[in-house]
């Protein structure tokens, strides 16, 4: 049973926008910092932004900072991340990360759970 499961990537232009959800299952959301990662073709998984267990602190990648936004609906056991004004170097597979616990990590094998990933394409 997939614990974690992303959705919204899709083809879009260069300049336009997106909003990628995750839905988790409520056993892994309600006491799990989340995260996403993204992983362009050829290059290694890189940390796009993360968020804590209340939401209230968020941390983010050197690459996304000050463009991406994380949130997180904890009614909905859900986090998104909102991208606007997309570039062609942030085309990569998103994948949505859970670690249990407090503190959000920058490396990916501190997050226990992963999402199979959506594919964000960005081009004209």
């Known amino acids: 049973q997939a614990q974690l499961v992303e959705s919204g990537g899709r083809l879009e232009q260069p300049g336009g926008s997106l909003r990628l959800s995750c839905a988790a299952s409520?056993?892994?959301?309600?006491?799990?910092?989340m995260a996403w990662f993204r992983q362009a073709p050829g290059k290694e998984r890189e940390f796009v932004g993360g968020?804590?267990?209340?939401?209230?602190?968020?941390l983010y990648g050197d690459s996304t900072k000050d463009r991406f936004t994380i949130s997180r609906d904890n009614a909905r056991n859900t986090i998104y991340l909102q991208m606007p004004d997309l570039k062609v170097e942030d085309t990569a597979v998103y994948y949505c990360?859970?670690?249990?616990?407090?503190?959000?990590?920058?490396?990916?094998?501190?997050?226990?759970?992963w999402g199979q990933g959506t594919q964000v394409t960005v081009s004209s």
């Open positions: 990360a859970a670690r249990k616990g407090v503190g959000i990590s920058r490396i990916e094998g501190e997050y226990e759970y």
């Open positions: 409520e056993r892994v959301f309600s006491s799990s910092t």
């Open positions: 968020i804590s267990i209340s939401g209230l602190r968020r």
